[in-house]
């Protein structure tokens, strides 16, 4: 296993855990900044990760998020469809 580092020089280790790379993104752009952070930071620190991956552990990284924004753009949907549900059923009961 390979490690990447940030540029605050945080070790991420290479092992598949993207929510690892997430947390780390947090806690060194966002956290250690006090929440004041910029888009840019933010997109500037993830390009630094992304330039130390060789091109299949990008490939295996890309495949990983967008396998985590599918599932919750699911969750997102399915929760709005059950809110609108429950709009529907309340609705009925009010009468």
Not at 55 to 73: G, I, K, M
């Amino acid at each position: 296993m390979r490690n990447i580092t940030t540029t605050t020089g945080a070790d991420i280790a290479l092992d598949g855990d993207l929510l690892a790379i997430i947390e780390t993104l947090f806690q060194e752009v966002t956290a250690k900044r006090q929440l004041d952070r910029s888009y840019e930071d933010m997109m500037q620190e993830i390009r630094h990760l992304i330039d130390q991956m060789t091109d299949v552990e990008r490939r295996d990284y890309l495949a990983e998020s967008l396998f985590h924004n599918t599932v919750r753009f699911e969750n997102e949907r399915l929760a709005s469809y059950m809110q609108k549900l429950a709009s529907t059923g309340t609705k009925k009961h009010a009468r």
